[in-house]
């Protein structure tokens, strides 16, 4: 089975929030992408909000619920408390675990997993007792997987922004691409199930997903929203679904 698809609907937030204003709407442009055919959507609720709003939460868990059952919320972010309760009050079918700093960008590396072992035995095992899949943010590196596994996670998602970033660069897109098999290989080997995000737009998800058959799922936003811009919601979803092999 193909990669599945879930959009990031933070950008979209993003965007929103330049104004005091309801539009764009975060869940009518959700809504346009499940039905569309994407697979779930996904949210990383930073501390200060100035992306995914902690009030947007309950409105995409009922979208999801109430108009697209068969979809998976998937919730990311650095597990502080505050981030775990969140989690915990709003349900997602998929939690992602991110070494983020509250004042960076964007996610740009994975966890240490021998460095972290134990706090993340106790978050994932926490979330776990919740009924809740947990993916852990991970760089390309294969001797990492064994000690991922340890940690009691169900998947790692592979941060692919070195292989996004080559884009005018062939040569260096086909080494990152080689150590993102590597890593899934690994990965593979130790038990954990492998997504993938990261700068991934229509042009590089194919030989991704042609390299690592066994992705199980893509989360991605900016590149996709970029797209929207151009193509649509409903047209750029359909896009990327076909990258995928839909």
Not at 57 to 78: K, Q, S, T, V
Not at 84 to 89: F, I, R, W
């Amino acid at each position: 089975m193909p990669a599945k698809l879930s959009v990031n609907l933070n950008a979209v937030a993003m965007l929103r929030n330049r104004r005091d204003l309801p539009w764009p709407s975060v869940t009518g442009l959700g809504r346009i992408a499940l039905a569309a055919g994407a697979h779930g959507l996904t949210v990383h609720p930073r501390p200060d909000e100035r992306h995914t709003r902690f009030s947007d939460l309950p409105e995409i868990r009922a979208l999801i619920d109430d108009e697209f059952p068969d979809a998976e919320f998937n919730i990311e972010g650095y597990p502080t408390e505050e981030f775990l309760q969140l989690v915990e009050k709003h349900q997602p079918d998929q939690v992602t675990l991110v070494p983020d700093d509250p004042a960076q960008a964007t996610s740009d590396h994975g966890w240490d997993f021998v460095e972290h072992a134990a706090f993340l035995k106790a978050t994932v095992g926490r979330l776990k007792r919740s009924g809740f899949r947990v993916s852990l943010f991970s760089d390309p590196d294969p001797a990492q997987m064994p000690a991922a596994r340890d940690t009691g996670t169900d998947r790692v998602e592979l941060y692919t922004g070195p292989y996004g970033s080559c884009h005018s660069d062939s040569e260096k897109a086909r080494k990152e691409l080689e150590k993102l098999v590597k890593a899934a290989d690994a990965a593979f080997a130790a038990g954990l199930a492998v997504n993938a995000g990261h700068d991934l737009v229509v042009s590089n998800l194919p030989p991704l997903v042609a390299r690592i058959p066994e992705l199980a799922e893509v989360s991605i936003g900016h590149g996709l929203t970029a797209d929207a811009l151009v193509h649509g919601m409903a047209g750029t979803v359909r896009r990327f679904l076909a990258a995928c092999g839909w």
